[in-house]
C-alpha cells in the first residue's frame, strides 16, 4: 500500500519503488497493492519499474509499473522486476512468487542501449513485465484489475487517474498519469491526455514529423527523453 513518483537512477539493482528485494526463510518480503510512475535508469545492471531485483523468499503482487520509460546497460530488465531469483527451486518457502503484476502499456523497456520491442517482451501476470494495463483499461481503472481488488478504505481510485492514498491530503499527491510518445499516432491523442491532466510525457523513440503534424507543446508541459 505505497507508491513513489520520482525519477531513479542508480548504477546496480534500480527499481521506481525498491532496489532490491531480499526475503529469507520465516521472514519473506511481501510487496502487495502499489505502483512507481518515475523513469527508471540503471547503467549497470537490474532495472525494473517497481523493483530492481527481488531474490530469495516472498510475495510480488498486485502491483503496476506506471512508468514512461525503464533502461538498463545490462541484460537484466523488467517492466515490473529487473528479475526475481529464488533461493532454490526445490524449497517452497524459498520461492520469490509473483502474481497479478501489471505495466502500462506505453511503457519503452531498454537493456544493452538498445530499445525491446513490445512483441519481445514476455508479458503475463505471473512475469517480471507484468500483464498489460492499456489507456482505455486506465480510463476505467477503478473498476480494472489490479487496482480494483485493492483495499478501498486506503486507496481513492478515479477512472483516467492514479490511485492515491486516502490518509493523505489530495492535494499534496500526483494523481497524473505519465504519457508516452512513441509514433505519430501518439501526437493525436495528446491534447487529449492533456486535458485530462497529463503533466508531463516521455518521448519514447524519435518521431519524424512535418508541416501540419508539427508538435505543439503546451505551457506547462515537460517533454522527456526515454
Not at 545490462?74 to 509473483?98: E, M, Q
Not at 482505455?136 to 487517474?161: F, I, N
Not at 495528446?190 to 518521431?207: C, M, Y
Amino acid at each position: 500500500n505505497c507508491y513513489a513518483t520520482g525519477d531513479v537512477t542508480g548504477h546496480n539493482e534500480v527499481g521506481g519503488l525498491v532496489g532490491r528485494a531480499t526475503g529469507m526463510i520465516g521472514d519473506p518480503d511481501e510487496f502487495t497493492d502499489c505502483y512507481a510512475t518515475g523513469t527508471v535508469s540503471a547503467s549497470a545492471d537490474y532495472a525494473g519499474g517497481v523493483i530492481g531485483k527481488a531474490e530469495g523468499s516472498g510475495t510480488i503482487s498486485g502491483i503496476v509499473a506506471f512508468n514512461s520509460s525503464v533502461t538498463c546497460a545490462g541484460t537484466n530488465v523488467g517492466r515490473v522486476c529487473g528479475a526475481y531469483i529464488p533461493l532454490s527451486s526445490g524449497r517452497g518457502d524459498r520461492v520469490a512468487k509473483v502474481s497479478g503484476t501489471y505495466a502500462y502499456e506505453p511503457l519503452v523497456l531498454s537493456k544493452s542501449g538498445t530499445k525491446v520491442a513490445l512483441a519481445d517482451v514476455d508479458k503475463g501476470g505471473a512475469t517480471i513485465n507484468g500483464a498489460d494495463l492499456t489507456r482505455d483499461q486506465v480510463k476505467a481503472l477503478k473498476s480494472t484489475a489490479p487496482v480494483s481488488s485493492w483495499d478501498s478504505t486506503v486507496w481513492t481510485a478515479v477512472d483516467g487517474s492514479l490511485p492515491i492514498l486516502a490518509g493523505i491530503d489530495a492535494s499534496a499527491q500526483n494523481a497524473a498519469l505519465p504519457y508516452n510518445l512513441t509514433g505519430i499516432t501518439d501526437l493525436a491523442s495528446l491534447r487529449a491526455a492533456i486535458d485530462s491532466g497529463a503533466t508531463e510525457v516521455t518521448l519514447g523513440a524519435d518521431i519524424e514529423v512535418a508541416g501540419d503534424e508539427a508538435l505543439d507543446v503546451p505551457a506547462g508541459v515537460t517533454v522527456n527523453t526515454a
